[in-house]
């Protein structure tokens, strides 16, 4: 079976050009197995490019557990890449994926992704969550690097505040310049990934919300550096979100099923 490796600042998938719809998308260890760092090929996730008649294409997202996840921006941009690459879209593409329709632009340097609108935030025993295309939980911190976010988030990531389901955790530190520093425990992965897309969109509207920082928020992750842009009405609510930065092929390749 062929296979593409993308990854968004650092956060990585197989990407499989599913468009004959061949792939076995229910077989959950298979999955889990592809995306294994020692036995499989290794990745964050997977993400299928699956054909649709109102789209460009369709998204199907899969965490590292071959569980069908939520929204994956990071996986967003990287199948925006993938499909560009397919020659599937010039320079401006819409497609549906698990929380609906987005558009995307593609440049040289980066991929622009119009996320979902976000109703706003609430407290969840204290803690500030959102959902983004994926439930995310908040924290803004002193010191960020030398924090434990594996033991500190899988705390929160399995506290019954968040079941069922869960959330994932993002730490963050506003920085002298204004940039967010940001680390998160992903959730489907059970680990700190190097990047977060819909994490670091939780985290710009939390930081516009609560310290007023304005748009677009400067972020950083272990992986790279990404911004977000968005508005904010009256009511509370976000819209016009964009998730904006690189999405880069790794290799390609094939393994035996
Ligand atoms: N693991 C997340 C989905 C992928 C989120 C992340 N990879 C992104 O870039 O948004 C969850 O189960 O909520």
Known sequence: M?????QGTGNDFILIDDRHKTFPATDQAFIEHLCHRRFG????GLILLQNDSDYDF?????NADGAEGSMCGNGGRCIVRFA??????????????VDGEHT??????SISLKMSAVSG???????????????????????LESLDVVAEGRAIRYSDSFQPGGTNVNYAQVLADDTVFVRTYERGVEDET????????????????????TDPVAIKTIGGNLRVSFKQSGDGTFDTIYLIGPAKRVFAGSITV
């Open 2 to 6: 062929d296979f593409f490796k993308y």
């Open 194 to 213: 190097y990047s977060c897309g819909t994490g670091v969109t939780a985290v710009a509207l939390a930081a516009h919300q609560q310290l007023a920082l």
């Open 58 to 62: 369709r998204m199907v997202y899969f």
């Open 104 to 109: 995307a632009i593609v440049d040289e340097e």
């Open 84 to 97: 560009h690459d397919l020659g599937l879209f010039d320079r401006e593409t819409r497609f549906i994926a």
């Open 121 to 143: 935030t609430e407290d969840r025993d204290g803690l500030t969550f959102l959902n983004t295309g994926s439930p995310h939980v908040v924290l803004f911190v002193d010191d």
């Open 41 to 44: 090929i290794g990745a964050d």
